[in-house]
């Protein structure tokens, strides 16, 4: 019996689908690469923007000729989208071949409505539950997610997050430490901390736990490793936490820091509850505390109200932090957010100009960092092959940049000293330099 699995969105979805798998595996189900060769299919969601829904819809819609060529497959929708108020039951209507659809938090009864559905019914389950501590089925060596908190309470006006993944729900710390522990004894070199905004982590257990309390014990756990963490909300990065980054070295000197937008105006409408000035602060803090670090962020474009002069103010952040790389998104309407039902929508052409000018503007930045990185050596953890090279693989350094280097041994795993040779955009290409 084969399955795939198709997942879209963040990396938290990503870890879910290697929970999902583990519970397919544990059924006696294997991976297939080819859809139409497989016995259950499932679709892991995302709902963040209309363009995701879209995509998926149309995904879940090429799945009807495979149904009528095999009667017996198992069709499952689970994660962000179909949490969404209605859309449970508005894609058992549209898709009259799906069998089971399940919510964000509803994914330990995959097993038992597996088994359900061999007696033909089909089933929803979106009510929330206490997030289960479920395995994982990992093929991601020598990098392991972990998940340390579910959910997020910040309600962002634009934001479906909160919506559809719930309130803040943090992992017990000695849950976390013990799978942590589990993968490094096998072999894991890199760990990855998931959560909407890691540095709630702890406030809702009321026992003393804290963001900062949880990496300084992971830290000093005695692997050789390096920890990662994703996603900060700036109003909540402590000093403690930039203090336990700049205190240990297996700690990566690299922040994704979503700022959204470099107008104060635009930043309230969005409640995210920081300004421009205090974002800039917190950035200078940073870089006060952790020399070389390497901060990400995600902007969007097009929010309601945004005029051109608060699209310059975001230019102008973008210019003054010089982030070493940015993802930038244009504003899409989300039912149920307050957004929503903003005056003043902002029109799909003037969306596209920023985006434009937004993305050009990075660039430039981007290929100037890069730049900086030429001639000087890095360690990086070798993360994989790159396929469209001989003999040439791929990992990243302490603050986050890709890299590739030529190399006739396999050193998936390990960690090496390469030499910047060039750039193209985000990407270094450098040279293995030999120990002694
Ligand atoms: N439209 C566009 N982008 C969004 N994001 C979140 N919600 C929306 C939306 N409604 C972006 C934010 C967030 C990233 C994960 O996705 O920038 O940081
Ligand atoms: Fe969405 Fe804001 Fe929560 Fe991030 S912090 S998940 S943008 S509501």
Redesign the pocket.
């Known amino acids: 019996m084969n399955y795939y699995i198709k997942t879209y969105g963040c990396q938290m979805n990503v870890h879910e689908s290697e929970k999902i798998a583990n519970i397919l595996v544990e059924l006696g189900y294997q991976e297939c690469t080819d859809m139409s060769t497989a016995d259950i299919i499932v679709f892991n969601t995302c709902c963040i923007r209309g363009t995701a829904e879209d995509k998926i819809k149309a995904h879940i819609g090429e799945v009807k000729h495979i149904k009528k060529a095999n009667p017996n497959l198992i069709v499952a929708v689970c994660g962000c989208m179909s949490q969404q108020e209605g859309v449970a039951q508005s894609l058992l209507n549209r898709f009259p071949f799906i069998n089971i659809v399940l919510g964000t938090t509803n994914l330990h009864l995959l097993k038992e409505r597996i088994a359900q559905v061999k007696n033909s019914k089909r089933y929803a389950n979106t009510d929330y539950c206490h997030h289960a501590e479920l395995e994982s089925y990992r093929t991601s060596t020598p990098n392991g997610w972990v998940n340390i908190i579910y959910g997020?309470?910040?309600?962002?006006t634009?934001?479906?997050?909160?919506h559809v993944?719930g309130r803040e729900q943090s992992r017990q710390e000695d849950n976390i430490v013990d799978e942590v522990t589990q993968l490094l004894e096998n072999g894991y070199k890199e760990i990855t901390l998931l959560g909407?905004?890691v540095n709630s982590y702890g406030k809702d257990l009321n026992d003393g736990s804290s963001f900062a309390g949880l990496l300084n014990r992971l830290a000093e756990l005695p692997y050789r490793y390096r920890l990662r963490f994703i996603?900060s909300?700036p109003k909540d990065l402590s000093d403690e936490v930039i203090d336990a980054i700049a205190r240990h070295d297996n700690i990566c000197k690299s922040i994704h820091l979503?700022v959204?937008s470099g107008s104060t105006d635009i930043l309230r409408r969005m409640n995210?509850r920081y300004t421009r000035e205090d974002y800039i602060a917190l950035v200078d803090r940073i870089r006060a505390s952790i020399p070389n670090v390497g901060i990400t962020s995600d902007i969007m474009v097009g929010f309601p109200n945004e005029t051109e002069q608060d699209f310059f103010d975001t230019l102008d952040l973008v210019n003054r932090v010089r982030f070493s790389s940015l993802f930038c998104f244009i504003y899409s309407r989300r039912k149920g957010t307050p957004a929503y039902s903003m005056d003043n929508q902002v029109s799909i052409e003037v969306k596209r100009d920023r985006i434009k000018r937004l993305i050009t503007t990075q660039n430039i930045i981007t290929n100037q960092v890069s730049q900086e990185y030429h001639g000087k050596v890095y360690e990086i953890l070798v993360e994989d092959r790159n396929d469209k090279y001989d003999n040439t693989y791929c990992g990243r350094t302490d603050c986050g940049r890709l890299v590739n280097f030529g190399c006739d041994t396999d050193l998936i795993g390990q960690f090496v000293n390469v030499r910047i040779r060039k750039s193209a955009s985000a990407t270094l290409w450098g040279d293995l330099v030999m120990d002694g």
């Open positions: 997020c309470n910040n309600y962002c634009y934001c479906i997050v909160p993944r909407q905004n996603t909300h979503p959204q995210r």
